[in-house]
């Protein structure tokens, strides 16, 4: 039986499983579920993307002359986490390092991941903290997936992104499963009119945003809005066939095509000293 704790306020319903500290529901006043329920096409909800994102070349993670095998995101996502604490409002769970995580990445951590209903939000806190003795290189990424179309009978094509900020800035899409040179954005101003065709090329990913809020929106539909501090980047995907939209807000990436170097020198990494901590925020608001 998994272990999952509901959380509740007048607007919403969270539940969040152990397993993975991963968000599995999230449900409106009405009880009209948000979430991609994990369906055969893609078994997950949230998952939370830690010590990286993306994927490292070859899967190989180097640190002072050795190398480790380090898949695609990371394991976090794999792993049960432990409560710290549970209320009718709010939970807090972590991760830390042991004999397995160190095998395939050689840092001490305390990794935290807490859920907050504050009003008609959901916030959702993530916290590194740097448990050993030299700089813990690390990245973090929220990977929320919902439900597209945001109300049945809605064309996914009526759909929309809609950034606070204009994004002229160019995007970046995977080579090989690594990040690819820069080429020219899909959005226009700060509008980002969906389609599924254009996830047939996999994420679009957004390495210098502007913004830190977008809002999924369509005529007819409750929006969801997801707002960040902390995270540098932005991913969209969707799996071809499934019928959910991720908005991702990163701090970190996957690897550039042309680098295979020390892990430490990957761009994009939280870099923490010892004793230090890091923290992000995801905040989901349906309006």
């Given amino acids: 039986m998994q272990d999952r704790h509901v959380i509740q306020s007048g607007y919403l319903t969270a539940a969040i499983k152990a397993d993975g500290a991963e968000l599995c529901s999230l449900c409106d006043a009405t009880g009209e579920e948000m979430l991609w329920q994990a369906l055969p096409i893609w078994p997950r909800h949230a998952p939370v993307l830690f010590p990286i994102v993306g994927r490292l ?11 480790y095998h380090l898949t695609q995101h990371g394991f976090a996502r794999d792993h049960r986490f432990a409560w710290l604490n549970r209320t009718p409002t709010a939970c807090r769970l972590v991760l830390h ?34 448990t050993g003795r030299e700089t813990l290189p690390a990245s973090v990424g929220a990977h929320p997936a919902f439900r597209w179309p945001l109300r049945d009978g809605i064309d996914k094509a009526a ?3 809609e950034f606070d900020q204009p994004e002229p800035a160019p995007i970046r899409r995977l080579v090989g499963g690594l990040l ?12 980002l009119a969906l389609d599924p065709t254009l996830f047939e090329a996999e994420a679009i990913i957004l390495d210098q945003p502007a913004s830190s809020s977008v809002r999924f929106t369509a005529p007819g539909a409750e929006a969801i809005e997801v707002a960040w501090e902390g995270f540098s980047e932005v991913g969209i995907w969707m799996r071809p066939g499934g019928d959910f939209l991720c908005i991702e807000p990163w701090h970190g990436t996957h690897s550039p095509v042309d680098f295979d170097g020390e892990f430490r020198d990957k ?11 890091r923290v992000l925020t995801m905040r989901i608001r349906l309006c």
């Avoid at 690819?180 to 509008?191: C, H, K, M």
């Avoid at 761009?267 to 230090?276: C, F, Q, R, V």
């Fill in 97 to 130: 390092d042991d004999g397995a995580t160190r095998a395939v990445y050689p840092f001490a951590f305390r990794f935290e991941v807490a859920f907050a209903l504050e009003d008609d939000a959901l916030v959702n806190t993530f916290t590194v903290v740097n």
């Fill in 57 to 67: 070349k070859d899967d190989t993670l180097r640190h002072n002359g050795r190398t």
């Fill in 180 to 191: 690819g040179p820069p080429q020219p954005t899909p959005i226009q101003g700060s509008t």
């Fill in 159 to 161: 759909h929309v992104l």
């Fill in 267 to 277: 761009p994009g990494l939280l870099l923490i000293p010892p004793g230090d901590r």
